[in-house]
Every structure is written in structure tokens, then in C-alpha cells.
């Protein structure tokens, strides 16, 4: 089975569908669909965030079209982790709006903001798998807990993710027994089981060791590749300016500047993003 | 009952007498247990979680009980509520009616709540925040990241403190006798009244209190081994590997 299979759409996956070409056509579907409504999947509206009286976030707009990736850098304490917080409403904003596929979270209230949610996974850098539960309860417990399917059908499908992900034979593990590019991959699985409409990455290779970085990017590329939508917050520009046709660079707050690899990233551009990457570039050689 | 005070023999009905307080004794430990997890989960969750008028009202509770010692929150509990409610019931049926056991075990339930939300509290607080996050970036309720996610790992870290909080929970049973429930202490008070022989009937209670304090922490270390994460640490004396916030030092 290849990895083609990695998309997922608004109407959801086919649970049984090992067909490669069926997904890359329901993908294509979707995207002519959503370019006749010319809606962006995600908007971020004038978002603003003070935590402990600090600005953390001022005034930060973006937007993504569906099957989009976009790559957010910048410094550490620019605010990039806050943003996708806000984002998920895990942290709401102080202001500003933030629509996902015309819903706005601001206006669904407690209740369904864990609605809002669901429709959005999150990976973080740190992997945050559940520690008490094995690679494949960690996948089936939010489609049994959240979605309320029962407990064969989640782990059925938990199964299915964990292949996809290259970690089937790793499913009775617990997390402490997983390499930290091994619990990545399965926090992947395990977001992606929802089905979400979008995907927050935040720095999902920063904690990982440099020789387990390439099996955790591998797994990213074929996302993107499947069409999903994603703002992946990385450090790894070499990876990412392949895969994104917009970095937006970000600095105290505010995205400073933002435009494809090439523009930001060339010999001559004179960006603060370029000269920000050959630091990095310097300090870790690559 | 006659005692024949020279006969070792004499002194064995009243040892029997004592031996079958042990029941209602457990049956004290047992149920104010199952009260303080009850009352301690929520009110951890609470300290850890709430909003902050919860927060304060968690904390009220908690400095309430953890601030008088069990004897005289015992005499409060007792005269200030089972006794009039003793009266009542009285009336009302006809006949005496003695809640000694249920005004105890109340007591005593509501108190180690107090104590072992500090315990659950540390056992939250040291749980790393992302797995909370993680559960609600999924689409988990707040109370559904409780449940499923944050609870099943902090009960487990706390079996160890739990365990204390039994061991100590034991002990401050023996002062319910002051309410004459027939557990064990009340039974020795009344056979040392009858017979006028302390010793022999004080070193049997401690006899019976190591015998349940050893029964139930081998209890809890078997729970504690069986609900082990695998690949959490590596020392046997401490399995999970993780050091808990130690609760609260008690005298009883």
C-alpha cells in the first residue's frame, strides 16, 4: 500500500478505501468545489493577544485556501506557537476573528467550540501522545470518546492511520516504549483520524533527534501531498519552501513579511526572512 | 460476662469480642475512602481546572478540614448535625435510632476528601499541561479531557500517596470510638472497663491496626503494580518514575 492516501476532505474519508486514485480524484472534487464558492478554508481576522500584560499577538491576519500549505517562522518568542493557539481557540483571542470554512469560533459558543475544534488537529512539538494508552488507543480514543463510534470500528480505523503513518506493527506499544520520530508519527495518526479540515503543526520536528527528523518530514510531504491543508509553524526551511507556496514570517507579533520561496528566500531578496534563514542554515550546517 | 481475672483463658472472650469489631472497622476505613475519592477527585479538579470563585470555595473546604484536628470535627459533625437528626428520626419512627457509624464514617470521609484532593491536585498538577491541551485540540469537553484522559493517569500516580492516605486514614478510625461506634477501639475501651487489664487489650488493637495497615498497602502496592504504564520508568521502589507532590504531613 503506498502513502498516496494521505488526503482528507470536508465530506470525510472513505473508511475502507484503499484506493489510492479514488482519493486523489475526491481531493481534486473538493478543490474545484471550493474554488466555485472562492471562500479561503481558513481566515484569521485581525487577531490580538496579550498574555500576562504582554502583546504576544498584534493584529495578525492570514488566510489559506484549501489543500494550502503555509510555513510560519521567525524567532523564538515571535508569537508563532500563541498564533496557532489562537487558531484552535485552545487559547482564544483577545480580539479578532478566526473563520474555518464559514464558521466562525467566536460565535459558537462553549459548547460547539469543541465542535470547532474536531474540525482541526494539532501537532505539537512536543508530540503530547497520552501516556496511559497504547499507539492504537491513542488514535481510536477521541473516535470513540468524541465521535462516539464504537470501540471495534475505532480501532479498526485507528489501525488504517497507524499504517498510513508506516507504525502498524508498533500499535500495541505504549508511548514510552516509541522513538520520538515513532510518537510524532502517531500523533499524525491521531489528529488525522478526525478527519480535520485543517492541520496546525507546531515545530513537529524541533524535539525530535537530527536521524529521526527525515521519517517524520516524510510523513508531512505526503499530507501535503494528499491535499490537506496545513500552517505548519518549522524551522526546517530547506524541508518546507519544497512544499509551500507562501511563508509568512513572523516577528513580536505581527507577520512582517510574507511571499512564495522564492521571493523571500533568493540570493538577492534582502528579506528579513532570508537573512534570518542563513542564520539557522549557519548553525546547523544545512 | 464473668472474668476469672487469673485465667489467661478468661481473657479469650473478650479478645473475641474485640476481633469482631475488625468488620465495622473496615467497613469505617472503607467507606470514608470511597467518600474522600468522591468529594477529593472533584475538588482537585477544581483547584487545578476551575474558575476562580471555585477555586476559593475548593480552598475553604480544603482549609476547613485540613485545619481541626478529626477528634473535635468529630464532636462538631455529631452534636452539631447527626445528633439532631438522631432526635428526629427517633421521633418520627418510634423507636431509638443511633447513627454513630454513619456520623463517623461522614466525618471521617469528608475530611480525607480534603486531604486527598491535595494528593489528586499534585497528582494533576504533575501530569505534563500538553496532555489536557492535546485532548482538547481533539475535540474532548472539558470534563471528557478529564475523564478520559488526565484522571485514568493521575489516579495511577497517586496509588503511593493514596496508600498513605489509607495507612493514616486507618488510625484516625480508632477515634471514632469517642462516638461508640463498636469498631475496635470502642470494644477494647469497654473490655478494659470490664476487666481492669490494659496492656493485653491495647497491644491486641495494635496487633489488628498493623494486620490491616499491612493488608491494605500490600493491596494498594499490588493495584499500583498491576495498573503500571509499560516503559514508565525502571526503579521498582517507584515504578512511574515521577515524584509526586508530597501531601500535607497529618497528626491525628
Known amino acids: 500500500m503506498s502513502n498516496v492516501n494521505l488526503q482528507s476532505g470536508p465530506s470525510g474519508r472513505d473508511n475502507n478505501s484503499q484506493d489510492g486514485a479514488g482519493a486523489d480524484a475526491g481531493a481534486r472534487n473538493s478543490r474545484t468545489a471550493n474554488a466555485r464558492t472562492g471562500r479561503p478554508l481558513l481566515e484569521v481576522r485581525n487577531v490580538s493577544k496579550s498574555l500576562g500584560g504582554k502583546l504576544i499577538l498584534d493584529d495578525v491576519s492570514l488566510s489559506l485556501d484549501k489543500g494550502q500549505l503555509k510555513v510560519l517562522i521567525g524567532p523564538s518568542g515571535s508569537g508563532k506557537s500563541t498564533l496557532l493557539q489562537c487558531v484552535h481557540f485552545l487559547t482564544p483571542p483577545d480580539k479578532g476573528e478566526v473563520v474555518l470554512d464559514g464558521q466562525s469560533a467566536r460565535e459558537m459558543g462553549q459548547k460547539n467550540i469543541c465542535a470547532f475544534r474536531q474540525e482541526i488537529g494539532m501537532i505539537f512539538q512536543d508530540f503530547n501522545l497520552f501516556d496511559h494508552l497504547t499507539a492504537r488507543d491513542n488514535v481510536a480514543i477521541a473516535l470513540r470518546k468524541v465521535k462516539g463510534q464504537p470501540k471495534t470500528a475505532a480501532r479498526v480505523r485507528a489501525m488504517d492511520e497507524l499504517e498510513r503513518v508506516g507504525l502498524a506493527d508498533k500499535a500495541g506499544l505504549y508511548p514510552a516504549q516509541l522513538s520520538g520520530g515513532q510518537k510524532q508519527r502517531v500523533s499524525i495518526a491521531r489528529a488525522m483520524a478526525m478527519e480535520p479540515k485543517l492541520m496546525l503543526l507546531d515545530e513537529p520536528t524541533s524535539a525530535l533527534d537530527p536521524e529521526l527528523i527525515g521519517e517524520v518530514l516524510n510523513v508531512i510531504a505526503n499530507l501535503a501531498r494528499g491535499g490537506m491543508t496545513m500552517l505548519m509553524v518549522t524551522h526546517q526551511i530547506g524541508f518546507a519552501q519544497h512544499l509551500t507556496n507562501e511563508i509568512l514570517f513572523m516577528e513580536e507579533g505581527r507577520i512582517i513579511e510574507r511571499g512564495t520561496p522564492g521571493d523571500l528566500l533568493g540570493e538577492n531578496s534582502g528579506s528579513r526572512t532570508a537573512l534570518f534563514c542563513s542564520r539557522l542554515t549557519e548553525l546547523t550546517g544545512r | ?252
Open chain 2, 1 to 252: 460476662m464473668a472474668i476469672a481475672i487469673d485465667s489467661i483463658s478468661a481473657l479469650l472472650d473478650p479478645a473475641i469480642f474485640i476481633v469482631k469489631g475488625t468488620g465495622l472497622t473496615v467497613a469505617l476505613i472503607l467507606g470514608a475512602m470511597l467518600m474522600g475519592l468522591v468529594v477529593g477527585v472533584p475538588l482537585s479538579a477544581v483547584q487545578v481546572y476551575g474558575p476562580r470563585w471555585a477555586k476559593f470555595l475548593a480552598g475553604t473546604y480544603v482549609w476547613f478540614f485540613r485545619g481541626i484536628p478529626i477528634l473535635v470535627l468529630l464532636f462538631i459533625f455529631y452534636f452539631g448535625v447527626f445528633s439532631p437528626m438522631e432526635a428526629f428520626l427517633t421521633k418520627l419512627a418510634g423507636y431509638r435510632v443511633n447513627l454513630p457509624f454513619l456520623a463517623a464514617v461522614t466525618t471521617l470521609g469528608l475530611a480525607s476528601g480534603a486531604y486527598q484532593s491535595q494528593i489528586f491536585r499534585g497528582a494533576i498538577n504533575s501530569l505534563h499541561a500538553g496532555q489536557y491541551q492535546a485532548a482538547l485540540s481533539l475535540g474532548f469537553s472539558r470534563t471528557g479531557a478529564l475523564a478520559h484522559i488526565i484522571l485514568p493517569q493521575a489516579l495511577r500516580l497517586a496509588i503511593p500517596s493514596w496508600a498513605n492516605e489509607y495507612s493514616i486514614l486507618l488510625k484516625d478510625s480508632a477515634i471514632a470510638y469517642v462516638l461508640g461506634t463498636l469498631e475496635i477501639m470502642s470494644r477494647v475501651k469497654l473490655m478494659v472497663a470490664a476487666t481492669h487489664m490494659h496492656v493485653p487489650f491495647y497491644i491486641q488493637a495494635g496487633v489488628i491496626y498493623y494486620f490491616l495497615t499491612w493488608v491494605g498497602l500490600k493491596g494498594l502496592r499490588t493495584l499500583e503494580r498491576h495498573t503500571r504504564i509499560p516503559g514508565l520508568g525502571v526503579d521498582q521502589e517507584n515504578p512511574q518514575g515521577i515524584e509526586l507532590e508530597k501531601p500535607e504531613e497529618r497528626t491525628a
